[in-house]
Nanobody
Framework: QVQVVESGGGLVQAGESLRLSCAASGRITSIGAMGWYRQAPGNQRDLVAS???????NYADSVKGRFTISRDNAKNTVYLQMNSLKPEDTAVYYC?????????????WGQGTQVTVSS
């Protein structure tokens, strides 16, 4: 079994920064793609950013230039640095940990961490 634990969420004012962390542990044979998703009330869960095992990154248009995803393969950890936060970034942020180069339906998910940005 693989456990995925996020941390770093909280309440900030618009323009401030937060850094989310996500660590995978347990019976890990390999880790491929990793990513961050978010879900606001009444909305679907959307991709925020993803990073391949080799470091290739992809961002949602709404966060380009403000968010940075990175990973530490030795620690099975992925990070999301969020700068210039806006009220519309408010959501529960979920970490996705894949075991293949591309995301699969049975990837591992964290429990989510709340990010609230006040205006």
């Amino acid at each position: 079994q693989v456990q995925v634990v996020e941390s770093g969420g909280g309440l900030v004012q618009a323009g401030e920064s937060l850094r989310l962390s996500c660590a995978a542990s347990g019976r890990i044979t390999s880790i491929g793609a990793m990513g961050w998703y978010r879900q606001a009330p009444g909305n679907q869960r959307d991709l925020v950013a993803s990073i391949s095992a080799g470091g290739r990154v992809n961002y949602a248009d709404s966060v380009k230039g403000r968010f940075t995803i990175s990973r530490d393969n030795a620690k099975n950890t992925v990070y999301l640095q969020m700068n210039s936060l806006k009220p519309e970034d408010t959501a529960v942020y979920y970490c996705r940990v894949g075991y293949a180069p591309r995301f699969q339906a049975d990837d591992y998910w964290g429990q989510g961490t709340q990010v609230t940005v006040s205006s």
